[in-house]
């Protein structure tokens, strides 16, 4: 029965139209994202075609009916859409009319935004019957949905486009409307791509100045389908992507950013495009603006790791990993960090991800070999620093990957280890959760360092000890000191430790955000860092600013939480930035309040730390 309708469909056979349900009620143009039951129930009807929009496997097995069509046989990469002459000439080729229903489908997060680039493309060529289905192939086919092997094919009919001209940026328009209130711009690439890593033979790295990172993965949910409305507008709002402005987004051919402008109209966008020619295109013309991290390859990602493994394995012809200078027999090594020895985690005191799976060949770095211990977890002297980081394996020209479940000690060893005097230390973005997320193998074994002789030269700069902020705290016009612990414990209501008596902020410190792991302001819900444009903005808005020399803040910043971790993320965002005059109190606000003496009469005749105020000023209470 299937086959004859299917059949009676490319005869064009006045079959009746069953109608189209949308997936998700919430949307404001909610019938664009179709459920499949709808699809599959409106198969074989007048002028209905689905689109199979995959680059590959549709000869294995696709959606009953659906044709196949790729979005590379109708643009040039860097340059866009081809001639609107040839479009018509290539879909009338394929058996488009302009009067046809369209249903789009690809494998969602594995298609780079195939479907959304097809959509986009009909739409500007005049199209006013476009959906797209919701989950994609991956939901069909986990949905036990029919498939068929045949290959479709439509007859040859006329296409003739009525362009709207509005649906497609230029890079003349676009360098026109940058920077003003009603405009705004997308870039749905990774955050590999927008700091300034380059994968696609892209003249320039990083992104256009002004442009707002979205990835295009966080589109959807686990199953594939789109993620809700209330999610997305949270996502797109947040980051000033409103309905009120001008919007358009790009990628690296305008596939990604295809997609966003599907979502744009979904989400009642008014006056949205796609920049097609996007980055390749922007990058080459050099009279464009385009901005990136400086230090970006300190902020590497789980496939520039697993490329160096490769590299350096024994008879191996695997490439370097991009931006590594070195020949295969440097010295690298990778450490997952966290507190706690492996008999505390044994025991369950400690997060025990290194031993339930690691990435091959890391190390375990416990963060009491770098610290004096409880209650006070100060960063000990540089000698006995050097030593620790020796008996690590560290000579002071390793390359040292840090990663950890947890952001702020991959951040606080990272910190460390710069300070230290190792010249190359690199952090994984996204840490475990990134690793587990791109399908790479991890190890259960237990990997012991090689001690050595450590003999790197500190850098001081880096560094802010308690009398350093001391003699600066009141210095207000060349100082300032930001605060990264909660709201609570910047107003004093908490000291944020439970073996912290002393509660309050140092005088004239303003709060910068909690940059604990669970802090939007700094960190993705993916496990990646927040884009640092967005931070830079935010930090912006309470007065970390930069008007003068590109690598210097207007003020030395002073990074400082409870003791040194949190900061330490704050100091490696500054850093990656390009920042230069920026310090990270280790010590904190526990070294800023409290002293510590061993004292008996304090520990019930116990031998132990005795906590007394410090006599430095605190403020407690609102600004």
């Not at 840490?431 to 850098?459: K, M």
């Not at 604990?516 to 007065?543: E, H, M, P, Q």
Request: proline share 4%; hydrophobic share 35%; glycine share 10%.
């Amino acid at each position: 029965m299937f086959s004859l309708l299917c059949g009676l469909m490319f005869l064009g056979a006045n079959v009746s139209f069953a109608k189209l349900v949308a997936s998700q009620t919430g949307f404001p143009n909610k019938k664009l994202l179709v459920s499949a039951e709808s699809v599959q129930a409106t198969i074989g009807t007048k002028n209905f075609v689905v689109i199979d929009a995959r680059t590959a496997g549709y000869d294995t097995s696709h959606i009953p009916g659906a044709i196949n069509i790729k979005f590379g046989d109708y643009f040039t990469p860097g340059s866009g859409l081809l001639p609107v002459a040839d479009l018509n000439s290539k879909l009338s080729a394929a058996g488009l009319k302009k009067n046809m229903s369209f249903v789009i489908y690809d494998n969602t997060t594995a298609s780079f935004g195939a479907a959304g680039r097809i959509f986009w493309m009909l739409e500007y060529l005049g199209c006013s019957k476009v959906y797209i289905l919701d989950g994609g192939w991956d939901k069909w086919v986990a949905d036990g949905r029919a498939t068929e092997t045949t290959i479709n094919t439509l007859p040859t009919a006329k296409f003739k486009a009525s362009v709207k001209k509005a649906r497609k940026a230029t890079k003349e328009t676009i360098q026109k409307k940058l920077g003003t209130k009603n405009f705004a711009i997308v870039d749905s690439r990774t955050d590999e791509e927008y700091n300034g890593w380059q994968f696609y033979g892209e003249t320039r790295g990083g992104h256009i100045t002004g442009a707002v990172q979205i990835p295009y993965e966080w589109f959807f949910n686990g199953d594939k389908t789109v993620a809700n409305y209330s999610d997305l507008k949270t996502m797109f709002e947040s980051r000033g992507i409103t309905r009120k402005k001008e919007v358009t987004a790009y990628c690296t051919v305008g596939i990604r950013s295809g997609f966003v402008y599907f979502l744009y109209r979904l989400m009642g966008y008014s006056k949205a495009s796609n920049y097609d020619g996007s980055i390749a295109e922007w990058s080459a013309d050099s009279s464009l603006p385009m901005e990136k991290a400086s230090r970006f390859s300190t902020l590497v990602y789980p496939a520039w790791v697993k490329a160096l493994i490769d590299y350096h394995k024994a008879d191996s012809t695997s490439p370097a990993p991009p931006e590594y200078p070195y020949n295969r027999n440097h010295k690298y090594l990778i450490f997952e960090t966290q507190w706690g020895s492996f008999e505390d985690m044994a025991q369950g005191w400690a997060d025990n991800s290194y031993l339930i799976g690691h990435i091959p060949g890391a190390i375990h770095s416990n963060s009491d070999v770098y610290e004096n211990g409880a209650p006070r977890w100060f960063l000990i002297p540089d000698d006995d620093l050097k030593a620790a980081i020796g008996t690590m394996g560290i000579t002071d020209d390793t390359t040292v990957v840090v990663y950890s479940s947890s952001r702020i000690f991959a951040a606080r060893l990272w910190w460390i280890l710069k300070y230290a005097g190792v010249t190359d230390v690199r952090f994984m973005n996204g840490g475990s959760q990134q690793w587990l997320a791109n399908g790479y193998e991890t190890e259960t074994t237990i990997n012991y360092p090689v001690p050595t002789t450590f003999s790197g030269t500190t850098h001081p700069e880096y560094f802010a000890g308690t009398d350093y902020v001391f003699s600066q705290y009141t210095n207000t016009g060349t100082t300032f000191l930001a605060d990264l612990r909660s709201r609570d414990e910047y107003d004093g209501l908490i000291s944020g430790y439970s073996y912290v008596n002393a509660k309050g902020r140092i005088p004239n410190s303003v709060w910068a955000s909690d940059a604990d792991d669970s802090s939007a302001v700094y960190n993705d819900s993916d496990g990646t860092l927040r884009s640092y444009t967005d931070l830079r903005a935010f930090w912006k808005g309470i007065g970390i600013t930069s008007t003068g020399a590109l690598n210097l803040f207007d003020k030395e910043v002073v990074f400082y939480c409870g003791s040194g971790y949190r900061s330490a993320l704050g100091f490696l965002y500054a850093y990656l930035m390009g920042y230069d005059n920026i310090r990270n109190y280790s010590d904190g606000w526990e070294g800023w309040s409290t002293t510590y003496t061993q004292d008996p009469a304090c520990n019930d005749g116990a031998e132990g730390w005795c906590q007394t105020p410090s006599g430095r000023p605190i403020i407690i209470g609102t600004p």
